[in-house]
């Protein structure tokens, strides 16, 4: 169980203390009983939706995906209905169970409010062929940023330790005494008035990497709402209001076809938003 599980069942009262209910931040003593009451199963089974998918790449054995901003890649709590995964169950119809019930598919993932292309394996055999590149590094991933601030040099590389913020759960950091590596080059692409545009080419893949990276650079993403900081300059904040998301696109995906040994590259144009983000910045020099 994960401790936002165990946290909503307290709430639930399906843990009890001394037999009555309480909360997750109760205090325990000495000589406490504690009671838990696991609910029953709830079954797993995701619905297919036929959803619009903006398809780059398809055969026999992966998809390539077009993700706008605002799509979450597969079910969670919250986001049960109208993902990515519920679009491919119905454009895709021996998808299920590949990679696991509840992510089928779905060999590496971005955010819900970033945009951009990724890969969804159609069978085990590709899913596996894909996961050894990304754990290899040899995928190559490479977004378009838009930060605040001035970014220290023309380009330059990012290799810490990565993991769970130590006082905020639901954050990541890349200022931890332990944790997985995380490698990311940027090269800044052209600067504004109080803002940058950084082309971010990944070797590591870690739940928003490029968001912590940028903000521990000094220079987070335009709009990020977690990492980030409302811009000093009225007119660049009034560029990030009207975005309404974090500026990152994840612009050009490249591998080995697990199958058939070809290479494949892609690429996307930056979205509507992002465009009209861009062009503001540019207004502003």
Not at 117 to 124: C, H, I, P, R, T
Not at 145 to 161: E, Q, S
Not at 185 to 211: D, K, P, S, Y
Request: aromatic share 4%; proline share 6%.
């Amino acid at each position: 169980m994960s401790r936002s599980q165990l946290a909503r069942q307290i709430g639930e009262a399906a843990v009890t203390v001394n037999g009555d209910a309480g909360t997750p931040s109760r205090k325990l003593r000495s000589g406490d009983v504690v009671v838990w009451a696991p609910p029953p199963a709830v079954p797993t089974e995701i619905a297919a939706e036929a959803l619009p998918l903006a398809i780059v790449y398809e055969d026999a054995y992966l998809v390539v995906i077009d993700k706008p901003a605002g799509l979450v890649v597969h079910p969670a709590p919250g986001h049960e209905a109208g993902t990515l995964v519920n679009a491919l169950l119905a454009h895709c119809r021996d998808l299920r169970g590949i990679g696991g019930e509840l992510r089928p598919g779905i060999v590496h993932r971005i955010d819900k409010d970033t945009s951009g292309l990724l890969v969804v394996a159609k069978d085990d055999a590709t899913m596996n062929g894909l996961a050894a590149a990304f754990k290899a590094r040899t995928v190559e991933r490479v977004y378009d940023a838009f930060c605040v601030g001035k970014p220290p040099g023309k380009a330059g590389r990012i290799d810490t330790l990565y993991g769970r913020d130590p006082h905020a759960r639901k954050k990541f950091s890349s200022r931890v005494r332990a944790g997985k590596r995380a490698v990311t080059n940027w090269t800044v692409v052209e600067r504004f008035e109080g803002a940058a545009r950084i082309e971010a080419r990944l070797e590591t893949g870690r739940t928003h990497q490029v968001r912590v990276h940028l903000a521990a650079l000094g220079c987070p993403l335009l709009g990020d709402k977690t990492y980030g900081r409302s811009p000093r300059d009225p007119e660049v904040r009034a560029i990030a209001e009207a975005l309404g998301r974090q500026a990152l696109h994840a612009r050009s995906l490249g591998f080995v076809h697990p199958a058939t040994g070809a290479r494949l590259a892609f690429s996307s144009e930056l979205p509507a938003d992002m465009a009209g983000a861009l062009a503001a910045l540019r207004a502003l020099a």
